[in-house]
Each structure stands twice: as structure tokens, then as C-alpha cells.
């Protein structure tokens, strides 16, 4: 059986080779997962266990249960300002990642450019060839991994149909201000600018209010915004989020959404109404640890001379590595040979991130001062020789 | 809460260094605070959470909840009787409660006997107590927000996105 040209093209993943070496080892400290070290709260997963036992087990409307587009409108209200309507601008999706390609799938023609600062979360890029774009990658490695405005004008003239904007982001850490975004949205604005925002970390940012995109002036109508449960509720296996955006967008979204997926399991979205009705404590809790064990690790990798930036959210350091002397993807190799240690190379999310490496801290302290040790050990071994 | 309180609670042992780090101060500033909590009383002492379950000797302890109904004296109410009763090295907790009885202690024992001999003896007879009601602890779950059972399986893939 021959697979498609498409499919073959898509941009391998070039560290599945070491991926599989990490599942491969035992007693390995992993800070390379990308997902809370927290089970769902209690009385979430108690609610889709009910759920069950009532005999919830049949296909929701194909947008999601109304119970959970009504919630999440309130939450976007409540929380943000936010007025969008449960009944035509709210789309239910397995998880942000298939909101992403409903997004793309549905706002983007064969051959319009779409724009992708990097380094970025790995499906960016694949949806968009996917759906017959082509990727523009910006690379902000020189700007503190941040999109400039100038950084942006200057790709602006590429005439491209969307922007994705992660922030927090997926694997730096990195996070806007809302005068910040307000200077990207102009810019957007201007050139007629599509916005596809992934907020999936926003209730992760720590050191300032996280500003959905879509309250900037004027954004609203210009944006589709991705956000969903997994991070914030810790409930990444239940595969719940959400779209929300423009009627004609969410309803052409919905369009692919009832053909490919029907709806989201009926289990999940009864856990996740359970979520926005009672969630909020846990949340908070968990945002404090988070914030804890943050500013322990970059102040540690610091220390051992891995140069870092402070992460202004999410549950990801994203340390340069330079000053050892290897590449992304040694560094990781032998640290994982040697220490047992597990990080990610940075060249897994952009090959312009040669020379970082990700490391999540959605580990226990007493793991992340263990693994830190170890690595602080590793650097003494490895210590490039002076000439 | 202090969120150096937070992380006391959680883990009594974590060193000044560490605490300063998370919440980003000087270790000073931490050590002076916590002096300050344990010299107002706020921290009163650190231990150990120990799953007797696992414990062979310790195992055999008997401890029993026990319902205590009192009659309150002038001036001091059930303050002056709930001393006389937590004085008891027997009685490891004692709470005044709301409710159809007053006092709820947990005493500890070395075997059902003792616990026994313990309420009949001791308990009972004092001149303010009413009357008693004994419930033995079959098996402890959760102590403290703390759930005794063999640490838990990590359940997440190795490594992902």
C-alpha cells in the first residue's frame, strides 16, 4: 500500500529515535512530559464516574452538550469579559490540538501562508501543510523567544491569511503582556491578519494577568480561540476543549467536527461541566505549586550555568545548554545515558532551537531537585576543556 | 496561609534553602519566619506521618474514637473537664464538638483491654462525665490529608509533548 505524497512529506519527528529510547529505560526522571504530574481532581473524575452509572453514554449534540457550552460561555464572561454565544460561537473539540485543525482546516486555502513563531508546540506546522498551507516560520530565538511587533511587520509582508499565537507557550514558557498583544493584534488588524490563539496554558501564567487575545479591540472577530481542560484542570487524558470564535467560522468548523469526530466523548464533557462548576480551587492550588517549583528550577539551572530565561507561564524551562559544549540532542542523550535524566531537545519543536533543551517541572520537588543534582553532576563530568 | 506555612504542612522537612528558592527570598528570611510561627505558636512541632498498617508491633495498637458527654462546669464551662480528660496520655486528640455529645477523643492503646480498662477506670468515673460511647478504628484510610497506601504508580508516559 502506498501512502500519500502528502503524508510522506510531512516533517518527520527527527527525535522519535530518542523518544523511544526514554520509554525504553526504567528509573529514568523524566522532565519531559508534557502533562500536569496531578490526577484530575477528585470530584471531577467522580462526576464522569456518575455519569456512567446514570447511563450517560450515548453521542451529544455535535458541537457538545449544551450544559458544557453554556458553562464555558459563563467561565469567558466570568473570568475574562468575554461575551460569546453558547448556542452559534462555542464548539466543543477532542482537546486545543483538535481545535487547531478544525481552525486551519477550515480558514486556510491551498498555498496561503500561515505564520508560526517558533519554536513552537510540534502540530502547528503538520496541520498546517495537512490542510494545503504553508508554514512561515518566525524565528524568535534572537528576541527572547518572544514575536516582536517589528519581527512581525516584517513577515507581515508576506502577505500571509492566519498567525498562531501560543502563550503561554509550548516548550519556552513564554507569555504577552496585554500591551504586547495589544501591538501584535494592531499589527494583525492592519494587514488583515487571521489570529488562531492556543490559550491552552492561560490559567498557568504567573507573574501577570493572562489576556485572552480575543478582549484586545477589535480582535474578537478576527480570532479563534483554542482553549480546552487538559492543562489547568490537569485532565489531559479526557481529551476535552474548545473553540471559540465568529458564527460562520465555528459553524464551518463544525462542519468538519460532526464528519470526522460527531462529538466529544459524552463521559468527558460530563466530567468537564463538573470542572467549570467546582474546579476553580484546584486550580489555584495547583498554579501555586506550579509557581513554586518554577522559580526553584531557574534559579538552579541558572546557578549550574545553563543560562534561562524566568517563564512567565506554563510548566515549562527552556534553558540553553551552549555553554556545555553539545547539541540539543547529545546534551540529551548522554544526560539521559549518564544521569538517567530525561529532558527534551529543543531541536524536537524547530531546528532553529539548537541548543536549548525543554524541561518541565510538572514534577514533584523532590524529583526536580533530584534530577537538577544530576544534571549539575553531568556538567562537572562533561565540562568542555579550555583551550 | 503564609505559603511557607503551605509548604511546611505539606513537608515538614523541606530545608530554609529550598523554601527560599520556591517563593524566591533569602533562606534568612524563611529561617526568621518560621522561628517567628514556631515561637507564637503557630507551628507547634514536626513529625513523621507513619503508616502503622506496617508496622508489626505498632499494629497491634488499639485505637478507638470516643464520644464523651459532659456536664459543664460554672465559669470554666467544658474547659477545666476536657483538660482533666486530654491530660491522659491515653488520649491522643480531643476536640469540643457541636452535636448530642461534647467531646470526641481518640485514644490509643496497647490492646483492647487496656483501651477498655482506659474508659472504665479512668474516663467514666470522673465526677463531670455523663456518659461515654466507645468506637473502635477497624482500619485508617486517610490521616491528616494524607492517604495511606503504598506509593502510587506513575501513570503518565514517559515522555511527551
Known amino acids: 500500500m502506498s501512502v500519500t505524497k502528502k503524508v510522506k512529506n510531512l516533517q518527520p519527528s527527527g527525535i522519535r529515535e530518542f523518544f523511544d529510547l526514554v520509554l525504553g529505560m526504567k528509573e529514568v526522571i523524566s522532565l519531559g512530559v508534557g502533562e500536569p504530574d496531578f490526577v484530575t481532581p477528585w470530584q471531577i473524575r467522580e462526576a464522569g464516574i456518575y455519569s456512567l452509572e446514570e447511563g450517560f453514554t450515548s453521542y451529544t449534540s455535535n458541537k457538545g452538550l449544551y450544559k458544557l457550552r453554556l458553562g464555558i460561555a459563563r467561565y469567558l464572561k466570568n ?11 462555542i464548539l466543543i473539540t477532542v482537546g486545543a490540538s483538535e481545535g487547531m485543525d478544525l481552525a486551519l482546516r477550515t480558514l486556510i486555502n491551498p498555498k496561503d501562508k500561515v505564520l508560526i513563531p517558533v519554536p513552537s508546540y510540534v502540530s502547528y506546522g503538520p496541520l498546517t501543510e495537512l490542510a494545503a498551507g504553508e508554514p512561515v ?11 516582536t511587533p517589528e519581527l512581525l511587520e516584517k513577515y507581515a509582508a508576506k502577505k500571509p491569511k492566519a498567525l498562531i499565537l501560543n502563550y503561554p507557550a509550548n516548550p519556552t514558557g513564554v507569555s504577552y503582556t496585554a500591551r504586547e498583544l495589544g501591538e501584535i493584534n494592531r499589527i494583525l488588524l492592519k494587514h488583515k491578519i487571521l489570529c488562531i490563539t492556543d490559550e491552552i496554558y492561560g490559567e498557568l501564567t504567573y507573574d501577570f494577568q493572562h489576556t485572552p487575545f480575543a478582549t484586545l479591540k477589535g480582535a474578537k472577530g478576527n480570532t479563534v480561540y483554542l482553549d480546552g481542560f487538559s492543562k489547568s484542570y490537569a485532565m489531559t487524558g479526557w481529551r476535552v476543549g474548545f473553540a471559540a470564535g465568529p458564527e460562520d467560522i ?3 468548523m463544525n462542519k468538519i467536527h460532526q464528519y470526522t469526530i460527531m462529538c466529544v466523548s459524552i463521559t468527558s464533557q460530563m466530567a468537564a461541566c463538573e470542572a467549570l462548576q467546582a474546579g476553580r480551587r484546584s486550580v489555584e492550588e495547583m498554579k501555586r505549586e506550579y509557581r513554586r517549583r518554577r522559580e526553584f528550577v531557574i534559579a538552579e539551572l541558572n546557578r549550574m550555568g545553563l543560562e534561562c530565561h524566568m517563564p512567565q507561564g506554563a510548566f515549562y524551562a527552556f534553558p540553553s545548554i551552549k555553554s556545555s559544549g553539545m547539541s540539543s540532542i547529545d546534551f540529551c542523550q548522554k544526560l539521559l545515558k549518564d544521569q538517567k535524566v530525561a529532558v527534551v531537545p529543543g531541536t524536537a519543536f524547530t531546528p532553529m532551537a539548537e541548543g536549548y533543551v525543554r524541561i518541565s517541572y510538572a514534577s514533584s520537588i523532590n524529583s526536580l531537585k533530584e534530577a537538577l543534582n544530576r544534571i549539575g553532576a553531568f556538567l562537572e563530568k562533561h565540562r568542555p576543556v579550555k583551550k | 496561609m503564609d505559603e511557607i506555612l503551605e509548604i511546611l504542612e505539606k513537608d515538614g522537612r523541606r530545608s530554609f534553602e529550598d523554601i527560599a528558592r520556591m517563593l524566591k527570598k533569602k533562606p534568612a528570611a524563611v529561617k526568621a519566619a518560621v522561628a517567628r510561627y514556631q515561637k507564637e505558636g503557630v507551628i507547634l512541632k514536626y513529625k513523621a506521618v507513619i503508616n502503622k498498617e506496617l508496622i508489626r508491633d505498632a499494629a497491634s495498637q488499639v485505637r478507638a474514637l470516643i464520644e464523651v458527654n459532659i456536664t459543664p462546669q460554672k465559669d470554666v464551662g467544658f474547659d477545666r473537664v476536657a483538660e482533666r480528660i486530654y491530660s491522659f496520655a491515653e488520649v491522643s486528640s480531643c476536640y469540643l464538638i457541636s452535636g448530642t455529645y461534647d467531646l470526641l477523643l481518640i485514644v490509643e492503646g ?3 483491654q487496656a483501651v477498655s480498662r482506659f474508659v472504665a477506670e479512668k474516663l467514666a468515673p470522673l465526677e463531670n462525665v455523663k456518659g461515654t460511647t466507645t468506637h473502635f478504628l477497624l482500619k485508617k484510610y486517610k490521616e491528616d490529608g494524607v492517604i495511606l497506601k503504598h506509593k502510587e504508580e506513575n501513570k503518565r508516559i514517559a515522555i511527551s509533548y
Open chain 1, 250 to 252: 465555528i459553524s464551518a
Open chain 1, 79 to 89: 473570568r475574562w469579559g468575554l461575551e460569546y454565544s453558547p448556542e452559534e460561537e
Open chain 1, 137 to 147: 516560520y518566525i524565528d524568535t530565538t534572537p528576541y527572547g523567544f518572544k514575536l
Open chain 2, 110 to 112: 496497647r490492646d483492647l
